[in-house]
């Protein structure tokens, strides 16, 4: 169902996650993928041609009071959302911009890395990124691409740096290089009750590196039908979308949610810090993950590391929960 009319959220009440490198980043962020444009190799080209313009989507975002935007190279829009920041006039200062390089520049090496931070500068039309991760973890690939991201960061081009659809082994990799010496600050994975790899998040956040969700609402067709889902939120009075987006944040995640259909759908996705879940409700929907949806993840983690590359898919064994 639609969802009412809420009011705006000031971004100063909007909680802050204290990273390992002493910076803040909001626990809520604004997605761009799919805003105005659907990748070529995009894992589902659900939802059809985008329809509202970028730079309308990206002043509601900011009038709800999203300020941490989530872009990509893979994304292919971020010029459209740089423009749209600037026309804003709400200051660079205000804002917190993350970025990723995606698989295929990974796979280039370290040169084309570097090319590609300074293009997103230049199409987010700023002289800096607050973060900046790697997409994915390209075999044979992402820990040179990361260590030059180090010397980007001493550079002063970005501040904290991250990392993307990690397991617990491509992680070990990486901090076991020679030259690696600026821990990631977020691991940005998929994470909602119906991919709740505990296991997985556990280790990371036993080692100070946070836990970024993308697709925090799933399967919004998946969720709907949810019985265990329909009851928490019934409970509460809200949305099954809240009831999903206040399980990540009570589960100390930074949720990513992206709306683009309307101003009032962008609000209410916000509207989420005035409720809590309790620990049964929050345990009922930590066991809507199945085998079936931990096979899902391994195969696309297997494909999409390797996805726009000439790579081979890796064979290594790694941590599915």
């Known amino acids: 169902s639609a969802p009412e009319i809420e009011m705006a959220t000031d971004p100063k009440n909007i909680p802050k996650v204290l990273l390992s490198d002493k910076t803040e980043l909001p626990q809520i962020g604004f997605g761009t993928y799919?805003?105005?444009?659907?990748?070529?190799?995009?894992?589902?080209?659900?939802g059809g041609a985008p329809t509202?313009?970028?730079?309308?989507?990206?002043?509601?975002?900011?009038?709800?009071?999203?300020?941490?935007f989530d872009c990509a190279e893979f994304y292919a829009n971020e010029p459209d959302v740089g423009a749209a920041l600037q026309a804003s006039g709400v200051p660079r200062s205000e804002l917190y911009l993350a970025s990723k390089c995606w698989t295929s520049t990974i796979a280039e090496g370290p040169e084309s890395v570097r090319k590609?931070?300074?293009?997103?500068?230049?199409?987010?039309?700023?002289?800096?990124?607050?973060?900046?991760?790697?997409h994915w973890p390209v075999p044979g690939a992402h820990v040179a691409a990361y260590l030059e991201l180090q010397k980007l960061r001493e550079e002063g081009?970005?501040?904290?740096?991250?990392?993307?659809?990690?397991?617990?082994?491509?992680?070990?990799?990486?901090?076991?290089s020679d030259g690696y010496r600026v821990q990631p600050v977020v691991?940005?994975?998929?994470?909602?009750?119906?991919?709740?790899?505990?296991?997985?998040?556990?280790y990371f956040q036993s080692r100070g590196v946070v836990i970024q969700a993308y697709r925090a609402l799933a399967d919004g067709r998946r969720f709907n039908q949810?019985?265990?889902?329909?009851?928490?939120?019934?409970a509460h009075a809200r949305s099954e979308a809240q009831v999903l987006l206040r399980w990540c944040v009570q589960h100390g995640a930074v949720a990513v949610v992206k709306s683009a259909s309307s101003r009032a759908r962008i609000e209410h996705n916000l509207a989420i810090f005035d409720f809590a879940?309790?620990?049964?409700?929050?345990?009922?929907?930590?066991?809507?993950?199945?085998?079936?949806?931990?096979?899902?993840?391994?195969?696309?983690?297997?494909?999409?590391?390797v996805r726009d590359t000439h790579l081979p898919a890796?064979?290594?064994?790694?941590?599915?929960?």
């Open 52 to 68: 509202r313009p970028v730079s309308e989507v990206i002043q509601d975002a900011l009038d709800a009071g999203f300020r941490f």
């Open 277 to 305: 879940l309790s620990p049964d409700e929050l345990a009922r929907l930590d066991a809507l993950t199945t085998a079936a949806d931990l096979h899902r993840f391994a195969t696309l983690y297997r494909s999409c590391t």
């Open 187 to 202: 691991n940005q994975i998929e994470l909602n009750p119906f991919l709740y790899r505990k296991m997985t998040v556990s």
């Open 116 to 134: 590609q931070v300074k293009q997103t500068l230049a199409d987010l039309r700023t002289d800096y990124l607050d973060l900046y991760l790697i």
């Open 314 to 321: 890796s064979t290594r064994a790694f941590t599915v929960d």
């Open 34 to 46: 799919k805003l105005g444009v659907v990748p070529a190799s995009a894992s589902s080209q659900a």
């Open 157 to 176: 081009l970005i501040t904290s740096l991250g990392v993307s659809n990690y397991t617990v082994e491509d992680y070990e990799e990486l901090i076991a």
């Open 226 to 234: 949810s019985a265990a889902v329909g009851a928490v939120a019934a």
